[in-house]
T-cell receptor, first 115, second 112 residues
Framework: EADIYQTPRYLVIGTGKKITLECSQT?????MYWYQQDPGMELHLIHYSYGVNSTEKGDLSSESTVSRIRTEHFPLTLESARPSHTSQYLC??????????????FGEGSRLTVL | QQQVKQSPQSLIVQKGGISIINCAYENTAFDYFPWYQQFPGKGPALLIA?????SEKKEGRFTISFNKSAKQFSLHIMDSQPGDSATYFC???????????FGTGTRLKVLA
């Protein structure tokens, strides 16, 4: 059973608002990720972290920012939300297994709608 | 070079039938190929995975077939059940990168 939690599950906000999507995991995993999932299902990596104070941008450009001050916490922030940010955001974590990528454990997602 | 191409986009199968989803990749450096299953309102969860040193892996009704020379791998669901109705994603990863490249997903519906 994966122990990775995202809040809020659903959020509807107006244009220009600042939002933070929370993600926490209790598995002690070093690696954490944020994926953006289009309505058409595709998953795009927007941010990842290899550990505390380590963050990198993913393959899909995003106006969001992330921080990793604690191992278990990887919040995502949008300073000024726009309708184009409407999407589902999935947080995931994995553990290191040598040089091999470990299993990704996903949260249940945060569905953001910007009006 | 980084893409993983998945087909079909959607699939309807009768209960008891075989569901087959295919993926193809270009980057020969990929060395880990998992399949994820996602139910509505949930995050994806690992279903089964394979490394290129074997051509097939079976777990219960789920089998991955891997063709290294063709750079293709596929998921077979035997005796498909309505409870298998979900979205399935293939993915690929390269050692040392700690990142996955996902396919575009396949919506599977199994009719009762």
């Amino acid at each position: 059973e994966a122990d990775i939690y995202q809040t809020p599950r659903y959020l509807v906000i107006g244009t220009g608002k600042k939002i933070t999507l929370e993600c926490s995991q209790t598995m002690g995993h070093d690696k954490m990720y944020w994926y953006q999932q289009d309505p058409g299902m595709e998953l795009h990596l927007i941010h990842y972290s290899y550990g505390v104070n380590s963050t990198e941008k993913g393959d899909l450009s995003s106006e969001s920012t992330v921080s990793r001050i604690r191992t278990e916490h990887f919040p995502l922030t949008l300073e000024s939300a726009r309708p184009s940010h409407t999407s589902q955001y999935l947080c995931a974590s994995s553990e290191i297994s040598g040089t091999n990528t470990g299993e990704l454990f996903f949260g249940e997602g945060s569905r953001l709608t910007v009006l | 070079q980084q893409q993983v191409k998945q087909s079909p986009q959607s699939l309807i199968v009768q209960k008891g039938g075989i569901s087959i989803i295919n993926c193809a990749y270009e980057n020969t450096a990929f060395d880990y190929f998992p399949w994820y299953q996602q139910f509505p309102g949930k995050g994806p969860a690992l279903l089964i995975a394979i490394r290129p040193d074997v051509s097939e892996k079976k777990e219960g009704r789920f089998t991955i077939s891997f063709n290294k020379s063709a750079k293709q791998f596929s998921l077979h669901i035997m005796d498909s059940q309505p409870g298998d109705s979900a979205t399935y994603f293939c993915a690929a990863s390269r050692a040392g990168t700690y990142k996955y490249i996902f396919g575009t997903g396949t919506r599977l519906k199994v009719l009762a």
